[in-house]
């Protein structure tokens, strides 16, 4: 499930402080969510134009944008 608003994952995950967050194991991957949804709104890709793309191995793209028949990748570390 990705979340658009980093705030509101924080909330559900029961963070009360910055301190909190960052001591958490989950804090790189509410860092990399803000990242990918920057991404898309600097790029101004519509939600039909953006997927997620895994292979049979496990590898894959944290998010591609399909458009105008051509395909980005971007992978957020």
């Not at 898309?40 to 591609?64: K, P, Y």
Request: glycine share 10%.
């Amino acid at each position: 499930m990705f979340f658009c608003d980093t705030g509101v994952l924080h909330n559900l995950l029961g963070y009360v402080d910055m301190e909190e967050l960052e001591e958490s194991p989950n804090a790189p991957l509410s860092w990399k969510g803000f990242a990918m949804e920057s991404t898309i709104q600097r790029i101004r890709a519509g939600a039909s134009e953006c997927f997620h793309w895994t292979v049979n191995t496990g590898q894959g793209i944290d998010l591609m944008v399909v458009r105008n028949g051509y395909r980005w990748g971007f992978e957020f570390k």
